[in-house]
Structures are given as C-alpha cells and as structure tokens.
C-alpha cells in the first residue's frame, strides 16, 4: 500500500515532466519483429536506461559514442531532475523531443518494447530491478556489483539462464589491454603455478556524522529510492553516498569487486567458483550514519591450494589493482594503463597458438551490442559478475562475524554456521520481494 | 544431628571469616597491585602550553590503564630557583615530560640522563619537544624538536615525502604548525607493539600539526605521520612525524608531537586516538612491550572519536545509553556493541549473554524506537530463539513492524 500511494506521489510530483512523455514508441525493436532477441547487423539496438545518476550517465554516454549502433529511447529514475537531464541528453543527441520518461520501472518495464536496457543503480535495487528485467526477456547491461547478497545473486543468474538473455556487467576493465595481457600471462604460467593473489581495493570514505532529518528534495521520490531496504528519514543522504551504508552497499570493497577481483578471478581460472574459506578483519567507523568497513583484510583459499588476500590498498606492497603471484614471480594489474611484473621478460612472453587465450574486447559497450546481435555470451557475463561479488560478500560476512566461513562453492552454501547463513540474504521491506524466476 | 549442625555452622562460620579474609586480602593485593602500577613522575610546571589542564589528564589517561601509578611533580615558577627542583627518578619507572620551560640544574639533567641510560622509560608529550634546546643529551632523547631557535645546526628535519624517509639538512628553523585542524594519522610501522592492530589511517580531533621539527634523530623509528597539506593553512605538504619512538642508552623513548590542551583538555587530548597511542607508548617505554588491546572507539578514518571523560565506554554503559539513541544523536554505544559481537568470534554463550541484554532493550518501553531499530538489525542475524517472543511482540507495535518483520523473516522464523 506504502508502495502505491508513493507512486501516485511521484507522479504528481514529476506531473510535468511525465505529462511531456510521448506514449507510442516510434522506434520499434528489431526484436518485435519476431526476431527473438537478436537484431540484425544493420538495425539500432532499441535501448533504455533505468538509473541515471552518475553511473548511468556515464553509461549512456558510451553507448551514444557509438553512434548508429543503438537509439536510446527511454529512461527511468527517482529524481525527476536527473530524469530531466538524462531525457535533455538524449533528446540533444537526436534532436528531437521524443526520449521517454518515467519515474517507475515497473511502469517502464511494462510499456517499453526494448532490445536493451542499461542498469545503473544502489545495489539494494539490483536484485529486484536485474531479475524484472530479465524475466521480461530485455537484455541487459548492468553494473556491478551484481547484488548486495549472495541470495539476490543467485536468483538474477537463475533468470539470466532461464530467460536465454544477453548480459554484460559494467565490470569494463575485462575490455582493457593491459588487464586483458595480465590475466593472460597469469593464466598461461608465466610467473609459474599460481599460489596466491593480491587484490588492493580503495581506502575508505571519509564519514559524514549523524546528520538530522531534512525535508526530502520535490525532484526525489524517496520512498521508491528506498524500496526493499529498511525506511529511514531522509538526511540528506541518497545519491551517490548510498555507498557507504551496509543497508545499500557494502562500501568500496563490494563496489570494486567487480572489478579487481574479477580481473583476479579472470587471470586465476576461478571465475566460475568460489572460495573454500574465508577469514578476515574490518575497520568500521566509531561514529556516524556510513557504516561500512574502512579497512579490510580478509584471506580467501580456494579448493586447488590458490588463495586469495582482498584489502584495501594501503595494506598491500603493490597498493591498488591484482597481482598474480607465482612460484617463478608475479604479474601486477591496474588502472592508467599498468601492467608490471617481478621480471620484465615476463611481460615480454608471447602466448602460443595452443595456449589460453582470454575473450577479447577493446570496447565494453560495443561488445554488448555485439552480443546481443550475435547472441554470444558478452565478456562480462552473469555467472562471472556473481562469482567475483560472492568474494567480496563472504569476506563482509566473514568480517561481520569475526569467524572463518566455510563455503561450499558447488552448493553456494555456508557450512556450520547458521548466524552466517543469516547474512547471505537481506529481507525486502513489504511489500517488495524478489521477482519469482 | 544437633552436634553435627554445630559443626556445620562453626565450619560455615569459619569459611566465612576465611572468605572475608581472603576477600579483604584480595582487595588489599588489588590495592596494592595498582598502588604498585609502573611508578610514573609527569614533570610540569613550566610550559607555553597549558600545563594545569594537561599533566591532571595525562595522570588519568595513564592511571585509568591500572598499569601506572602517577606523581605529578611541578617545578618552580618561570625565573625560580631550580635548586628547589630535585626529583628522585630512582623511584620510578617511567618520566612524563610535560614542560616547556627553564633548564633544570646539572644535578637534575645529570639524574635525569642517569635514569634513562639505565633503562628508564620517558614519554615526551606535545611542547616538551620544544624544550631544553641547548640540552644536548634531552635533544638526544627526543630526536627531534621545534622552535627555541633550533636551526640547522641542532640536526636534519625528518619526514615523509611521496611515501619516501627523508632526512633533510637544508637550512631554517626548527618547529611550526598550520592552523589548528582535524588531521589524519597514518600508521607508519604496523608492527611495532605501539601501532600493532590500529588502523592505517585515523582521524585525530582537532589540534596543532607539528611540522618542520629537527634535531639529532639518532635511534629513531617514526610510527605515525601526519600530511601537512597546504590547503587546511599553513602546511608543509610533508608527512610529518606524529609519533616516535627513541632508544637512549638502555632506554626507551615515546614521543608524541600530539595532544594540545585546550579547555577540558579539548578535542586533541579528548581523541580517543591520542589517548590510546599514549597509553600503549608509556607502557612500551617501560616494558618495551604492550599488553593493552585496541580499544573499540579507537577513531577511523571516518571520523575523529572523543571521550569527554577521558575513559573507554564499557558494553555495559552502551546497553544503558542506546535506549536513548535517536537520529542524529551519536552512534558510538551500536558500534561498542558491534565491534563486541565481532570479537566474539561466534562464541554462543558469549552472543547469547549479549542477545539477551539486547532483549532488555527491546521489552523496555522507555527506551527509544530508534535504538530498538538499530538492535533489530543486529539480531536479525545474530539472534536465537531466545529474542524471538520480544521480537514478535513488536510485529504490531507500527514505528517497529518494518523491522521485526525484516528480523523474524531473516532469521526464518
């Protein structure tokens, strides 16, 4: 009931702006032609955005850069300002008025007829939002991390496969050389039989204290930017700052999973599993409404002896980014083009016909558009997303608990502890729940 | 039978004055024990800074350990005789330095080096770096210092630039500070019984940033450093050495450029940061070892932590206070309990004691609907059996539904 009377608060707060949406899509998708879901070469891919907040943004820019490949013709968000601004972007590239706009996804989902749909949004929604989309049989780009639980996880990659859909995961340093010829040489032995992996995620946030109550902003439809989570007051705490709050995120080592520890997985042969135990330590902040580990420290093993230390960069020698040790030497990993290893010749190996070599993609947006034209798996893609948040999830678990977790990778249960158990999921507030599969 | 209950009663009778004996006994080694803490001298007396506020709170962080036991001794006045001023160092263990002022006689300096070469422990606090520039063997002994026109001539700057040690004889004076501000101190050495287990990098309540101190440097390692950034005034875009630690002959060392006294000691002598490395830096100087654990509040970077009274809020007193949580009030008695239920590791007895006294909480109707609400999330995964009739009993009560609900659904009950 909450739910609806929110909505009708929402579009009478964005009246305006919904009352300038044009109701018929004049461009159809290529899929509505009985295609299935690929399109032909030639055809745009029909494509909307839910979330449009930095992420987003930065998300529908890339796919605009490639021009004729897709045609952007909706979005979707709380905070009508945003939506307002996304929709001016939009329109600005096309010039014309006719980008969609709606404050619901659900009413979104509903009437849109899309080939795609780019996904940025706080990770308490992804579960939700991720598994209705799919269901409705939209391919998908979505950012990592792929869920706040491992339970949410499940149940999107459980879609992903029933629903046959192309997914890629925002995880877009998969499209990068340097991260791309790490992984290579790391999975084809060059610094020898893999040990142990070193993953440095950014130091914490600074805090932001116990703010007071303020008035929610007209343009922000607070009620529905909470949705599953607990309802708290507004404090002037939404956007970009649902981060540092366990009730959304679980701060910069969840939001970076996706990306140094995917790397890790990628180079390690371990993105299809998980590890076997999990131990650690957490810094948490004292005072103050952000609430996730400023530190972190946790060890992972994995059933083949490899393990796996995930920190924040500060306490690793190499700092931030992955590094592959083995028993000949290490290969390091990160942003602005980094690539270095305990012996230069290491970087000058060439791999071999017969050898491993790494799906290959030097454009992340357009591999997406590639995919969902082919209907080959994109280099991100669901099963890999949700393998690289498990690490990351287990070890805020195994923090929380200040225990060792047993993890059954095959099983994708906790052994032995029921309290841990617990942690694996987040009940919805009423009345949202998981879309069923 | 009557025989027999005599008996019984002269034995319990008996028992009882043994009991009381060994009770008072007991009390008597308590006393005794902390009677016998690490015999402490802080000398003040004389200082730019205000000496009749900081060395009472220094007395206290340190006694408030129950590992020392302290004198304060104050010298005589600015331009008095420093004859008067001869303290027994053989009777202690340790030597508080909290004065910035006259020299000392021979006889005192001698006792004093004297003391530290055989092993006495010394813990230079704040501006007594600034003190006794002309004293060759103190300078030694602090390593480094400021102002007293300290130039090139007394020894090299020392600090970190671009994660890098640097000793710098380049010419200028010794000792200045930007304005007063919040500053983050980073953890230099992580394994050193001082810094062991703290965090990397912590907010300290507002106070004076120590930069561009020299002087001998000599058996010197720095623990903790503070960036002097330009932008919060003044600053030397160096990191400058907060914390130190100095071998002396057989002595020990704990310098702490950290902690000026404002009213009430204010937020640098009240940061729970300042007072912890202080305490585990006086034990190191007397033992070369510490035995303290990192309390709970210990500031992040976060976030500075202040403790108005100087102590460490027991788990007792957050199950007392967080009936009156409520919005924007501080969060610090949840995270006490929080970072309890971590250490316990998953022990059930010890989850269970604090479940509950969480209960308490729940099926007390005068505290508040906000600190249940933090409690319900706690319980959702630590909880047992035991909390869920409390729990239900909030299902119908409408400010707690949403979160009894969340609790009950998540434990699957």
């Known amino acids: ?437 | 039978m009557g025989i027999t209950n005599s008996l019984i009663r002269i034995d319990m009778k008996k028992q009882f004055i043994i009991l009381a004996a060994v009770l008072s006994l007991l009390t008597f080694f308590s006393a005794c024990k902390k009677e016998n803490g690490y015999k402490t001298l802080i000398i003040t007396g004389q200082n730019n800074h205000n000496w009749k506020v900081s060395s009472p709170i220094l007395k206290q962080i340190l006694d408030e350990t129950g590992l020392f036991s302290t004198d304060i001794m104050t010298t005589p006045d600015k331009g008095g005789d420093m004859k008067q001023f001869n303290p027994d160092f053989s009777k202690y263990r340790l030597v508080v330095v909290d004065y910035n002022g006259d020299s000392w006689s021979e006889k005192t300096n001698a006792g004093f080096v004297d003391f530290v070469k055989n092993g006495g422990g010394v813990v230079i606090y704040h501006a007594a770096d600034n003190s006794f520039p002309l004293w060759k063997e103190y300078n030694e002994m602090t390593a480094l210092g400021g102002w007293g026109d300290r130039n090139q001539k007394d020894g090299p700057y020392v600090y970190y630039k671009n994660d890098k040690l640097v000793t710098d004889t380049s010419a200028g004076n010794g000792g200045s500070h930007g304005k007063r501000r919040e500053y983050i101190v980073r953890t230099m050495i992580t394994d050193h019984p001082i810094t062991r287990d703290l965090p990397q990098r912590w907010l300290h309540g507002t106070d004076e940033l120590y930069s561009q101190l020299r002087g001998p440097a000599k058996n010197m390692e720095i623990l903790a450093t503070a960036f002097a950034d330009s932008a919060a005034g003044g600053g030397t875009m160096r990191d400058e050495p907060m914390l130190m630690t100095i071998l002396y002959g057989k002595g020990r060392i704990f310098h702490t450029a950290m902690g000026h006294a404002d009213e009430g000691g204010g937020p640098a002598m009240q940061c729970a940061g300042f007072i912890t490395t202080l305490q585990r830096g006086a034990e190191w100087a007397v033992t070369g070892e510490v035995t303290q654990k990192i309390p709970w509040d210990f500031p992040t970077s976060a976030g500075v932590t202040l403790r108005p009274d100087f102590k460490e809020t027991t788990l007792e007193e957050a199950f007392q206070n967080i009936g009156n949580y409520d919005i924007a009030k501080s969060t610090r008695n949840l995270s006490c309990i929080q970072n309890k239920i971590r250490s316990l590791a998953g022990d059930t007895q010890g989850l269970l004691s604090l479940e509950k006294s969480m209960v308490k909480v729940l099926t007390d109707k005068s505290a508040s609907v906000e600190g249940k609400k933090l409690l319900l999330r706690e319980l959702s995964w630590m909880g047992s059996d035991y909390c869920l009739t409390a729990v239900k009993d909030l299902v119908s009560n409408t400010d707690l539904k949403d979160e009894a609900e969340f609790t009950l659904s998540r434990l699957k009950k």
């Open chain 1, 1 to 437: 009931m909450a739910n609806k009377s929110s909505r009708r608060d929402f579009v009478r707060r964005s009246a305006a702006l919904v009352a300038g949406a044009v109701i018929l899509p004049q461009i159809i998708p290529s899929s509505a032609f009985g295609m299935g879901r690929r399109i032909a070469p030639s055809d745009r891919l029909v494509i909307g955005s839910i979330g449009t907040g930095s992420q987003g943004m930065s998300n529908m820019m890339d796919f605009l850069k490639l021009k004729g490949a897709v045609q952007f013709v909706s979005v979707c968000d709380v905070d009508s300002l945003r939506l307002a601004k996304a929709k001016e972007t939009i329109d600005l590239e096309y010039k014309n008025k006719d980008c969609r706009i709606y404050g619901d996804y659900r009413e979104f989902l509903e009437k849109e007829k899309l080939d795609a749909v780019s996904i940025a949004l706080p990770d308490h929604w992804h579960g939700i939002i991720y598994t209705a989309a799919v269901n409705k049989k939209i391919n998908v780009y979505g950012e990592k991390p792929i869920c706040r639980t491992i339970k949410d996880g499940q149940t999107i990659v459980a879609a992903v496969k029933k629903n046959n859909i192309i997914w890629q995961t925002g995880s877009w340093q998969r499209s990068l050389f340097n991260f791309r010829r790490g992984a290579e040489l790391a999975i084809n032995g060059r610094v020898g039989k893999l040990k142990y992996i070193e993953v440095g995620l950014p130091n914490g946030n600074k805090g932001i204290g116990t703010p007071p109550v303020k008035p929610v902003p007209p343009e922000l439809n607070w009620e529905m930017w909470l949705g599953p989570a607990l309802k708290v007051p507004y404090r002037g705490v939404s956007h970009w700052d649902w981060r540092w709050i366990l009730d959304y995120s679980g701060g910069q080592l969840t939001d970076w999973a996706g990306h140094h520890i995917d790397i890790a997985n990628w180079g390690a042969g371990l993105e299809h599993t998980g590890p076997v135990e999990i131990s650690g330590k957490g810094v948490y902040p004292v005072e103050g409404i952000f609430n996730v580990p400023v530190e972190y420290d946790f060890l992972c093993k994995y059933s083949n002896g490899i393990e796996m230390r995930v920190a924040n960069a500060s306490r690793l020698p190499l700092g931030m980014g992955t590094t592959w040790h083995g028993d000949l030497g290490w290969v390091h990993v990160d942003r602005g083009d980094i690539i270095s290893a305990s012996d230069p010749k290491i970087l000058n190996e060439v791999i071999g016909e017969n050898e491993i070599h790494l799906y290959k993609s030097d454009n992340h947006w357009q591999n997406f558009v590639d995919c969902v034209r082919s209907g080959k798996p994109a280099i991100a893609p669901i099963e890999v997303a949700y393998r690289a948040i498990s690490v990351a999830l287990l070890g805020e678990i195994a923090m929380t608990t200040g225990q060792t977790i047993k993890w059954d990778p095959e099983k994708e249960e906790i052994a032995g502890n029921e309290k841990a158990t617990h942690l694996l999921s987040r009940p919805y507030r009423q009345p949202w729940a998981l879309p069923t599969v």
